[in-house]
C-alpha cells in the first residue's frame, strides 16, 4: 500500500505527509518494540522469539510492497542475487536488535548505538573500498558511540543495573551486520545497473523483505521459535495485539519512506530518520519510566550532538567519504 496520490500538490504539503507518515509509524513502531520486550506475562515469562517476530514484520512488508509493485508496475528481468544476500543480512542485523532488548539492553541505548552504523560502514570502506575521512566524521562518529558506551555503563538512578553484556554483544552483531548489509547494497545497484535494469521503489521493498521473511522463517523454524512464538502469542492476546501493529507500523512507515524519496532528495529523508531516532529516544526515557542520572544525561547529549554533527555535515554538502583513485 503506498501513501495517498500527491501530484500536484505543494511540497510543503507533501513534506508533512511524508515526514508526517514516517514519524507517526516509527515513533509508534519503536514504542510497540520496546512494549514487546518488557512484557512480563503472568508466570513471569517474557518474549524472547526475536525470528519469529521478524518473520511478521518481513511478511507485512512483502504484502505492502507487492500491492505498491503492482500499482507502480513490477519491473521485470531484475538480477536477484544480491537481493537475497542483503536481505539476509539485513534481517539477521534487525534480529540482533531485538535480541539486544530482549537480553536486557535498553531501547535508548540500543536506538543510540544503531545510529552510530556509520562506524561498520567506514570500517569496511576503510578495509575494503579504499576510502580516506575527514577528521570531522571520525570524531562525529566517536561521540556517537563514546555517548551511548556513556549512558550504557552509567547507573540509573534508583539503583537500576547496567545493560545486560549479551545485550552490547547482540547490538554490536547488529552493526557489524549493517556494515555488511551496505556493502551487498552498493553491488545490488552495481549489478542491477549492470543488467540495464533500474527497480523501483515498491520493487525493492517487495523483494527485499521477502528474502528477509524467507531468511527468518527459516531460522525461526530451526529455533522452534514459530511454535513457541505462537505458544506465547495464544497465551498472551495482549502482546499478539502488540507485535501484529508493530509489523504494520513497519511497513506503513516503509511506505512513507518511499514517497519521500520519490519526491525530495536523500537529504530530506536522512533528516527525517535521523531526528526521529533521536525523539524515540527521548520518547522512551520519558514515557517508559528510564531514570538517568546526570552521567547518562551527559551520554545522551554527547551522542545526539554527534548525530546532529553529521546531519549537519550532510546539509552542507560534506561528502560522506572520498575514494582514492
Not at 51 to 72: R, S
Request: with cysteine; hydrophobic share 45%.
Amino acid at each position: 500500500m503506498s501513501a495517498p496520490n500527491a501530484a500536484g500538490l505543494p511540497d510543503a504539503v507533501k513534506l508533512l505527509i511524508g515526514a508526517g507518515g514516517i514519524y507517526a509509524a516509527f515513533l509508534y513502531y519503536g514504542s510497540l518494540q520496546e512494549d514487546v520486550f518488557r512484557y512480563t506475562s503472568v508466570d513471569e515469562s517474557s518474549f524472547k522469539q526475536a525470528w519469529f517476530l521478524q518473520v511478521l514484520e518481513a511478511l507485512a512488508n512483502v504484502i505492502f510492497g507487492f500491492i505498491g509493485m503492482q500499482v507502480t508496475g513490477p519491473t521485470k528481468g531484475i538480477p536477484l542475487k544480491y537481493f537475497g544476500v542483503s536481505g539476509a543480512a539485513q534481517v539477521s542485523a534487525k534480529a540482533c536488535t531485538s535480541l539486544a532488548l530482549a537480553n536486557g539492553l535498553s531501547f535508548p541505548v540500543a536506538t543510540l548505538a544503531k545510529s552510530g552504523k556509520m562506524a561498520p560502514v567506514m570500517a569496511g570502506s576503510l578495509l575494503l573500498g579504499g576510502a580516506s575521512y575527514t577528521v570531522r566524521e571520525y570524531l562525529q562518529v566517536a561521540a556517537i558511540i563514546g555517548g551511548t558506551a556513556v549512558v550504557s555503563m552509567g547507573k540509573k538512578k534508583g539503583g537500576g543495573s547496567a545493560s545486560s553484556t549479551m545485550g552490547v554483544i547482540y547490538i554490536f552483531l547488529s552493526l557489524v551486520l549493517d556494515g555488511v548489509t551496505a556493502g551487498f547494497q552498493k553491488r545490488l545497484k552495481t549489478d542491477t545497473a549492470r543488467a540495464g535494469v533500474k527497480p523501483k521503489p515498491y520493487d525493492f521493498m517487495f523483494w527485499t523483505n521477502l528474502f528477509m521473511c524467507l531468511t527468518a522463517a527459516v531460522i525461526a523454524g530451526a529455533l522452534g521459535e514459530i511454535d513457541t512464538g505462537m505458544a506465547f502469542c495464544a497465551a498472551n492476546p495482549e502482546i499478539y495485539s502488540k507485535i501484529i501493529k508493530f509489523a504494520i507500523c513497519s511497513a506503513v512507515g516503509q511506505s512513507f519512506i518511499f514517497y519521500t524519496i520519490a519526491n525530495f532528495d536523500p537529504l530530506v529523508l536522512s533528516t527525517v530518520t535521523t531526528t526521529r531516532k533521536i525523539f524515540s529516544v527521548l520518547l522512551s526515557i520519558f514515557l517508559k519510566g528510564h531514570s538517568l542520572s546526570l552521567t547518562g544525561w551527559s551520554g545522551i547529549s554527547l551522542a545526539c550532538g554527534g548525530i546532529l554533527s553529521e546531519l549537519h555535515s550532510k546539509a552542507k554538502g560534506t561528502p560522506a567519504h572520498a575514494h582514492k583513485s
